[in-house]
C-alpha cells in the first residue's frame, strides 16, 4: 500500500516539538516537517555538529594517550631499537598531542559528518527517482538529517559515560563481544566492525530514514525500506571493508 500522508495537508511543527514527536509519531512529524521545510534541517545539522564537538573534546586526552600506546606498539613490532623509537616519539609528539588531535577531530569529523549526509541523501534522491519518486533534494536531505538524531543521542551518552568514567574507547553495540582489549587489532578486526552496526541507535537510524523517505517521495514502506537497505548495506561494507583493509597492511607490516 503507497504511503499516502500529504505534506501539504500537515500542520507547522517547532523544530522542538519535532525532536520529541519524532520518538512516538515520526510520520507525522516528517510530513509536518516536510510541509514546511524552511531551514528545518539545521536544527539537527547544527545538534549532530556540536555534540561532535563536545564529544572530540571530551574524549581528546584519552585519545592522545590512545594515539600514544598504538604508536609505541607499532614500533615496538618493527624492532626499532630504542634510539630508533625515541627518534620517532620525538617526531610524532606534535601529531599526537591532545591539541593536535582535538582540532583534527574537530575539523575532519565537522566536515566528514556534512559530506556524509550529502551522500547519503544524493544516494537516496537519484535511487528515489529512477524508481519512479520525485522528492526534492532539499526533503531528502531534512530526512537525512532528521534520521541522524538517533546516532546523535548515542554520541552524547557514550561522550557522558566516557567523561564519567574515563573508560575509553567505547565499542557499539555487539562490538564489545569481540574486542581484545588491543586497540591496534580491534582497529583491524572486520568482526568488531559488523557487530558495532547491532545497535539500538543505529536500528533507529535506519527505521527513521524509512519513515521520512516514505514521506518525502510518497510510496510505500516497504519501497522505502528497499532503497534504505542499500545505504545499510553499503554503510556495513565498506566498515568491514576498510577495516580488513587496515588488518591487511598491518600484518604487511
Given at each position: 500500500m503507497s504511503n499516502m500522508v500529504a505534506a501539504d495537508e500537515s500542520a507547522s511543527i517547532s523544530v522542538w516539538r519535532a525532536s520529541l514527536s519524532i520518538i512516538d509519531k515520526p510520520q507525522a512529524t516528517f510530513a509536518?516537517?516536510?510541509?514546511?521545510?524552511?531551514?528545518?534541517?539545521?536544527?539537527?545539522?547544527?545538534?549532530?555538529?556540536v555534540i561532535l564537538l563536545v564529544s572530540v573534546w571530551?574524549?581528546?586526552?584519552?585519545?592522545?594517550?590512545?594515539?600514544?600506546?598504538?604508536?609505541?606498539?607499532?614500533?615496538?613490532s618493527m624492532?626499532?631499537?630504542?634510539e630508533q623509537i625515541n627518534?620517532?616519539?620525538?617526531?610524532?609528539?606534535?601529531?599526537?598531542?591532545?591539541?593536535?588531535?582535538?582540532?583534527?577531530g574537530s575539523i575532519i569529523g565537522a566536515i566528514g559528518i556534512v559530506v556524509v549526509w550529502l551522500i547519503m541523501a544524493t544516494l537516496f534522491y537519484f535511487v528515489s527517482i529512477i524508481t519512479g519518486a520525485e522528492p526534492t533534494f532539499g526533503g531528502v536531505f531534512?530526512?537525512?538529517?532528521?534520521?541522524?538524531?538517533?546516532?546523535?543521542?548515542?554520541?552524547?551518552?557514550?561522550?557522558?559515560?566516557?567523561?564519567?568514567?574515563?573508560?575509553?574507547?567505547v565499542y557499539p553495540g555487539?562490538?564489545?563481544l569481540q574486542v581484545?582489549?588491543?586497540p591496534l587489532k580491534d582497529g583491524s578486526n572486520p568482526l568488531v566492525a559488523l557487530l558495532g552496526f547491532i545497535d539500538p541507535f543505529w536500528i533507529w537510524h535506519i527505521v527513521l530514514l524509512?519513515?521520512?523517505?516514505?514521506?518525502?517521495?510518497?510510496?510505500?514502506?516497504?519501497?522505502?525500506?528497499?532503497?534504505?537497505?542499500?545505504?545499510?548495506?553499503?554503510?556495513?561494507?565498506?566498515?568491514?571493508?576498510?577495516?580488513?583493509?587496515?588488518?591487511?597492511?598491518?600484518?604487511?607490516?
Open positions: 509536518s516537517l516536510l510541509a514546511f521545510p524552511r531551514l528545518k534541517w539545521l536544527f539537527p545539522a547544527s545538534l549532530s555538529v571530551v574524549t581528546v586526552p584519552y585519545s592522545s594517550e590512545l594515539a600514544q600506546e598504538v604508536a609505541e606498539r607499532q614500533w615496538q624492532g626499532l631499537t630504542p627518534e620517532f616519539r620525538d617526531q610524532a609528539e606534535q601529531f599526537i598531542s591532545p591539541l593536535f588531535i582535538g582540532l583534527q531534512l530526512v537525512v538529517t532528521w534520521s541522524y538524531l538517533p546516532l546523535t543521542l548515542r554520541s552524547l551518552i557514550q561522550t557522558i559515560y566516557i567523561a564519567v568514567t574515563g573508560s575509553f574507547p555487539l562490538a564489545a581484545s582489549g588491543d524509512v519513515i521520512g523517505l516514505a514521506v518525502a517521495a510518497r510510496f510505500s514502506n516497504l519501497k522505502a525500506f528497499m532503497i534504505v537497505l542499500i545505504y545499510g548495506i553499503l554503510s556495513i561494507g565498506l566498515s568491514a571493508g576498510l577495516t580488513q583493509l587496515g588488518q591487511l597492511f598491518g600484518a604487511a607490516g
